[in-house]
């Protein structure tokens, strides 16, 4: 089964460091980008960015750019998402999901279950 | 960023109805138009990509259309298990977007 299994939800303070992961199953992982998207209620789903597994080529939404940073360890089949200084608006549900080939449209064709980051001092 | 919107922002409906949702981008986007499900306290599952065409396993009773920058998902004939929030999305531009979403009540 394809599958992407996240970490556990986390709860820390204004100033902490995170760092949640995504771990692929069931396909040849390298060879897929995986994005990282965030909900916040009352704001829909955001795309923060995308990592290749292969060579970890990074790539992030202007509006996360210097906030986080994405990254994949090929020989775990895992990315990651981390943060070194988190802001209470950085509360929210994050998801990874397997971005489709081209004759899929780059759609997200996989999604992992979801990790609930909470930050609050 | 291209702008998706989508409407109506929610809608309830009887078993059986046919139901249409709409999504408007702010430039064309061609066929790069994708749509997700998600059931509550769920990730989003995707259920149509290019814009008219099923992922695999998704019932024929939903279908979408459109190009460019105007776009629909419609339920043709709602059944109770279709309730939840709709996304597009768009996979064109960089960074890709998704509307704001649909909720989808099933009377």
């Known amino acids: 089964e394809v599958q992407l299994v996240q970490s556990g939800a986390e709860v820390k303070k204004p100033g902490n460091s995170l760092k949640i992961s995504c771990k692929g199953s069931g396909y040849n992982f390298i060879s897929y980008w995986i994005v990282w998207v965030r909900q916040v209620p009352g704001k829909g789903l955001e795309w923060i960015g995308i990592v290749y597994p292969a060579d970890s080529d990074a790539r992030y939404s202007p509006s996360f750019q210097g906030q986080v940073t994405i990254s994949a360890d090929r020989s775990t089949d895992t990315a990651y998402l981390q943060w070194s200084n988190l802001k209470a608006s950085d509360t929210g549900i994050y998801y990874c999901?397997?971005?489709?080939?081209?004759?899929?449209?780059?759609?997200?064709?996989?999604w992992g279950q979801g990790t609930t980051v909470t930050v609050s001092s | 960023d291209i702008q998706m919107t989508q409407s109506p922002s929610s809608l309830s409906a009887s078993v059986g109805d046919r139901v249409t949702i709409t999504c408007r981008a702010s430039q064309s986007v061609a066929r790069y138009l994708n749509w997700y499900q998600q059931k509550p306290g769920k990730a989003p599952d995707l259920l149509i990509y290019a814009a008219s065409n099923l992922q695999n396993g998704v019932p024929s009773r939903f279908s979408g259309s459109g190009s460019g920058t105007d776009f629909s998902l419609t339920i043709s004939g709602l059944q109770p298990e279709d309730f939840g929030t709709y996304f597009c999305?768009?996979?064109?531009?960089?960074?890709?977007?998704f509307g704001q979403g649909t909720k989808v009540e099933v009377k």
């Open positions: 999901a397997r971005r489709a080939r081209p004759a899929i449209n780059y759609a997200l064709d996989v």
């Open positions: 999305q768009q996979s064109s531009g960089a960074p890709p977007t």
